[in-house]
């Protein structure tokens, strides 16, 4: 069974530029995770889609990050313009229902750097 | 509201050793709990999980943890630590009832450093 996949691995921007992430789950999972990990800290939920919607978006800072899970598979996460904040490990993760006994199965990450 | 601690953010012991990792909960009711795994450059792998049942949880990888309501403690131990162990700890805590999401809030972590 092929694990969440994610891309790119790593990406270096400078501040006030735009970037993107994207993510795979595993396939016939129904809920879609994003996690952001500052250095030093455990993983933050970001976003959490069900299918196509969001559950779950209060700790998305969405003057300046936005997402979105078309068809209910992949997802797409941007942040514009990006501050030197953002830099992280951008995570995603996958569950088969989305409740709270699931396990969520995550993706290797995007290490963002902003300059 | 929920929270996660883990006392220790770094812990270093001998390869054959015993490891236990610490962690605290806050949480109104029984909570689901998780412990994961973060190899550098990899994402989160789950080491074991509990929701209901047994207090002592048996997971992957030789690993085991047991809940203590009474102290809100889910701690990780393991008897004899192999130098593949070296990573970072992650203890989670989810949501039952009507908040039942399956949303985690993660400790901190800790990052365990196995000497030869």
């Known amino acids: 069974e092929a694990g969440v996949a994610q891309s790119p691995r790593y990406k270096i921007i400078e501040k006030r530029q735009s970037v993107a992430f994207w993510c795979n789950p595993i396939s016939g999972h129904a809920t879609l995770y994003w996690y952001q990990q500052i250095l030093g800290q455990g993983p933050k939920l970001l976003i959490q889609?069900?299918?196509?919607?969001?559950?779950?978006d209060s700790q998305l800072p969405k003057d300046r990050f936005s997402a979105e899970r078309l068809k209910g598979v992949d997802s797409t996460l941007k942040i514009q313009p990006a501050k030197l904040e953002d830099s992280a490990v951008y995570l995603c993760?996958?569950?088969?229902?989305?409740?709270?006994?699931?396990?969520?199965?995550f993706g290797p990450g995007t290490r963002l750097t902003v300059l | 509201a929920q929270s996660v601690t883990q006392p220790d953010i770094h812990i270093t012991v001998s390869e054959g050793a015993s490891l236990e990792l610490r962690c605290n909960y806050s949480y109104g009711a029984t909570p689901y709990l998780f412990w994961y795994v973060q190899s550098p450059g990899q994402g989160l792998q789950l080491l074991l999980k509990y929701f209901s049942g047994d207090t002592l949880v048996q997971g992957i990888k030789g690993f085991e943890a047991e809940f203590k309501r009474s102290q809100s403690s889910f701690n990780l131990r393991k008897p004899s630590v192999h130098w593949s162990d070296a990573a970072e700890y992650f203890c989670?805590?989810?949501?039952?009832?009507?908040?039942?999401?399956?949303?985690?809030?993660f400790g901190q972590g800790t990052t365990l450093q196995v000497k030869p």
């Open positions: 889609f069900q299918n196509n919607g969001v559950v779950d």
């Open positions: 989670a805590v989810g949501a039952h009832g009507s908040g039942n999401t399956g949303k985690l809030i």
């Open positions: 993760a996958s569950s088969l229902r989305g409740v709270g006994a699931d396990t969520q199965y």
